[in-house]
């Protein structure tokens, strides 16, 4: 089932530094939203902190790069990067492993050997959709049919999509939704979480129905979504898609997005931690 939104914020600001820091006790993760660094002993000294208050394994900490230097000796690493990510300058996608077992992952060499298929298969634009089908606009009278497709989909997932006050929030405010209708019926659905005061859009919640796979709807959503973020002015477009997941993975690249790394035991998704591979496209 899924997870109940199992998160909190947590703020601080001193002469040595500011962070808004997400508490994510589900995926047990911490990620850094926004910072300020004139200190970075101190920052990263207080990030630490916070996860062995709260038990959690993995920190992520998007950085700006004239910061690197001094945050790699602080025993953060790069996992991947994000062009554009932050106004248009790189996001360095820094992490650390406060438990260290959270860095260790059986399944990456497989899953290393799976991309590299993936990006010698050649870019392609869509296929039409299936007869009877449409791109459109979810409305609030959907949000039950929304939530019954990421039920079927995945066992559990670090937002809460299946629960209606939630998606009531954020359909078409912080979250653009785009859906595939076949014969009136919601059947495949993607999503756009902008961050507006960085300039760059998530594509996620990619779910699609076992019995409408492979039809190449996920393609459409994912081109409509992009068209949707950059009429809103929103160049720098990312993905982090499940590593184990072959077709996802597929899609993006076959759209042009660029792979930038994979982020170990990123978060649990379906019943466990999935690594998550980076996939991104920068228009500015």
Not at 121 to 140: F, H, N, Q
Request: net charge positive.
């Amino acid at each position: 089932m899924f997870a109940p939104k199992d998160q909190k914020t947590i703020h601080e600001t001193n002469r040595d530094f500011a962070v808004d820091m997400l508490i994510d006790t589900f995926s047990k993760r911490a990620w850094v939203n926004n910072y300020t660094c004139n200190n970075p002993e101190r920052l990263t000294d207080f990030i630490f902190r916070a996860c062995q208050a709260y038990g959690l394994g993995k920190i992520i900490f998007p950085a700006r790069k004239e910061h690197l230097k001094e945050l790699s000796k602080q025993g953060l690493a790069i996992e991947g990067w994000i062009e554009g990510f932050f106004q248009g300058r790189n996001g360095y996608f820094l992490t650390a492993y406060p438990e260290p077992g959270r860095a260790k992952s059986v399944d990456l060499p497989g899953h290393l050997v799976q991309l590299k298929c993936v990006m010698n298969s050649p870019r392609k634009e869509p296929v039409a959709l299936p007869e009877g089908c449409l791109v459109v606009t979810p409305a609030v009278g959907d949000i039950p049919a929304l939530t019954r497709v990421f039920k079927k989909v995945f066992a559990s997932y670090p937002s809460p999509l299946d629960r209606p006050d939630y998606l009531a929030a954020v359909l078409g405010k912080t979250v653009l939704f785009r859906v595939v209708k076949q014969h009136g019926k919601i059947v495949s659905v993607a999503a756009a979480e902008v961050n507006r005061s960085n300039g760059c859009a998530e594509l996620t919640n990619c779910a699609t129905l076992p019995g409408a796979r492979g039809a190449g709807m996920m393609s459409h959503l994912i081109r409509q979504l992009e068209q949707d973020c950059i009429s809103r002015k929103v160049n720098c477009l990312y993905s982090l898609a499940r590593a184990s997941s072959f077709g996802m993975n597929l899609v993006f690249h076959r759209l042009g997005y660029r792979y930038r790394g994979t982020l170990v035991n990123n978060c649990h998704i379906s019943g466990g931690f999935e690594n998550m591979n980076i996939w991104v496209k920068y228009s500015g």
